[in-house]
């Protein structure tokens, strides 16, 4: 699988994630809670080169900064993450 075949299906975990346990500010959070970008992220790989890769895909700079800006809406986030999963697509 290339690169962009991975990241692209961390990218859609983490927001399928984000979906179905809700969207967070201000920590990782959990299935309990919901998840901020980075910790949806993190809980769909195991892999941190893979994490660290993903996260830059998404193109917001530091992604806990744009996650936890205080206007930041779940709408916003979501369309981040439609948009990098369709970059990663034409990459393939």
Do not use: H
């Not at 892999?47 to 806990?64: N, R, T």
């Not at 979501?78 to 990459?91: G, T, W």
Request: aromatic share 10%; with cysteine; charged share 25%.
């Amino acid at each position: 699988m290339t690169t962009s075949k991975r990241v692209a299906a961390v990218l859609q975990r983490a927001l399928d994630k984000i979906q179905k346990y809700g969207w967070i500010k201000n920590s990782y959070g959990s299935r309990n809670r919901g998840f901020c970008m980075a910790g949806a992220i993190s809980a769909s790989t195991s892999d941190f080169g893979l994490f660290v890769v993903a996260q830059k895909a998404l193109g917001v700079g530091y992604p806990p900064y744009f996650n936890d800006k205080i206007a930041r809406t779940k709408r916003e986030v979501v369309s981040v993450f439609k948009r990098a999963i369709r970059e990663q697509a034409k990459v393939i």
